[in-house]
């Protein structure tokens, strides 16, 4: 993976596969802006990123609100242009019916999955294109029409369909846009299946691609 001297941004930075990506992108040599809401959890990763090789850098940043969005950007960017956008941050609740699941969990889950990406997707594009290079890896989900979690696989559809439109949108830039489905991790939001560690490697190819390479894909990982 050619990723030294890159300015990584991972959302989700605290725990689980974003941190996982970041030490990992870490010891390829990348700066690695570490973002997420939990400070000491972000401060704590970027260490690690940092005793790895790389230069970790800790950014408070709430992904559902523009303005935390925009002032978590503006701080990362004194780090250089980023050049590498992970949309890791996501959430799932409880396994709920959809006339049990509450209008408000449904915005929450919808916010942070879909709006989060969008929004630092929006702020950070324009430099791409400007600078005619830029990678996006949004992290999507495998299960898209799991039984009570309807919120969580719309959700992650919507992230799909959000990859392939914005490809589209960029096609003929040297801004590559796609996603990832990694399998069930084992994490503070899911317990079970594969370690984090297991499948950066594959992610980070893709935030690593060689101009001309495919866009607009969704990445089965198994």
């Not at 000491?40 to 609100?65: F, L, P, S, W």
């Amino acid at each position: 993976m050619n990723l030294k001297d890159k300015t990584v941004l991972i959302t989700g930075a605290g725990s689980g596969l974003g941190k996982a990506m970041a030490v990992a992108a870490g010891q390829a040599g990348a700066k690695v802006i570490c973002a997420g809401r939990r400070k000491d959890r972000i401060q704590q990763t970027a260490e690690g990123v940092t005793k790895a090789g790389g230069v970790g850098t800790a950014v408070e940043m709430d992904v559902t609100d523009p303005k935390s969005v925009e002032k978590g950007v503006k701080q990362a960017e004194k780090s250089g242009p980023i050049e590498i956008l992970i949309n890791n941050a996501g959430i799932i609740t409880g396994l709920k019916s959809v006339q049990e699941l509450p209008i408000e969990e449904w915005d929450k889950i919808m916010a942070t999955n879909v709006r989060g990406p969008y929004l630092l997707i929006r702020t950070i594009l324009p430099g791409m294109i400007q600078r005619g290079f830029g990678r996006i890896v949004n992290i999507s989900a495998p299960i898209k029409h799991l039984p009570k979690a309807s919120a969580y696989c719309a959700s992650k559809c919507a992230l799909d369909s959000l990859t392939k439109a914005v490809s589209y949108e960029v096609k003929g830039a040297d801004v590559l846009v796609n996603a990832v489905e990694p399998p069930f991790l084992d994490t503070e939001m899911h317990k079970g299946g594969k370690k984090p560690e297991e499948v950066v490697t594959q992610i980070l190819e893709l935030a690593a691609l060689d101009t001309g390479a495919a866009s607009g894909r969704i990445v089965k990982i198994v």
